[in-house]
């Protein structure tokens, strides 16, 4: 078993005074709809690239984001959305390569409509405090490039996973490309994640185990964060995350395989 980053309703409600609970949806539902006590908004528009590719913010943007919403270097942080997890786990994995400390990050269990079944929620709006946030140990080692991801091809030792719907999978991939779309491990009744167990197995019918080296992509890279984030709580610890999506590899008139 990996690390704690799934965490409960429950464990966030018990933890709430030693944690910062970051809300990345849109300002008018967290204002207008309702959102967790205490809880910051960073929408996740805020920290895309400003080109607009979805990729990585920069750097300096990143930070002055982080300070505006008053979170502290060696702060906990717990983030949500109410789509499954799927662009707050974008937003931890960012946090991750610009230098929080990873052990720190987790992501809701659900989201925002499965913690408002049981939990009290709130459109009180608290003033925050700017921190002083200092980007350290920036580590973009988890990021692979067009190079890598055409050497993993002809490598039987990686497995590149594609975290696409089936459509769009058979429409066109990277050639020898295994498709797991992210949500076949969402629970759709509690709206978090399945047990670990049949997780595992998931992975596992794919020939996926927590000694197999990763490589990801997608055409989105929140949903390449949340399995990698997947991955993490099983174990696994060779992961490597293709930035340049489905789109970029294309651009490069890199081999693409179909089955139409």
């Not at 927590?210 to 060779?238: K, M, P, Q, W």
Request: hydrophobic residues 35%; contains cysteine; negative net charge.
């Amino acid at each position: 078993m990996g690390e704690q980053i799934f965490v409960s309703p429950e464990w966030v409600a018990s933890n709430q005074d030693s944690v910062q609970i970051v809300d990345v949806r849109d300002t008018w539902e967290f204002e207008g709809i309702g959102h967790i006590p205490n809880a910051v908004n960073v929408p996740f528009d805020s920290f895309r690239d400003s080109a607009g590719k979805g990729m990585l913010p920069d750097p300096a943007e990143w930070q002055s984001l982080i300070r505006e919403a008053g979170i502290d270097q060696d702060t906990a942080i717990v983030a949500y959305d109410d789509m499954h997890g799927v662009f707050a786990a974008r937003f931890l994995v960012t946090a991750e390569i610009l230098g929080h400390s990873r052990s720190q990050l987790h992501l809701l269990n659900g989201d925002y409509s499965r913690w408002n079944i049981h939990h009290q929620t709130t459109t009180a709006v608290s003033n925050t405090q700017e921190s002083s946030y200092q980007l350290s140990n920036q580590d973009s080692s988890l990021i692979v490039d067009h190079e890598t991801v055409a050497n993993a091809i002809d490598d039987p030792s990686v497995t590149i996973l594609d975290t696409r719907d089936d459509e769009e999978y058979v429409a066109g991939h990277i050639p020898g490309a295994v498709n797991i779309d992210w949500r076949v491990v969402i629970d759709e009744k509690t709206r978090g994640i399945k047990h670990t167990s049949d997780i595992r197995s998931i992975f596992a019918d794919h020939g996926i185990s927590s000694d197999t080296e990763v490589v990801l992509y997608c055409n989105t890279a929140r949903r390449i964060s949340h399995t990698y984030l997947i991955l993490r709580e099983l174990g696994f610890t060779h992961l490597g995350f293709y930035e340049g999506s489905l789109t970029d590899w294309k651009e490069r008139n890199a081999p693409i395989e179909t089955e139409i």
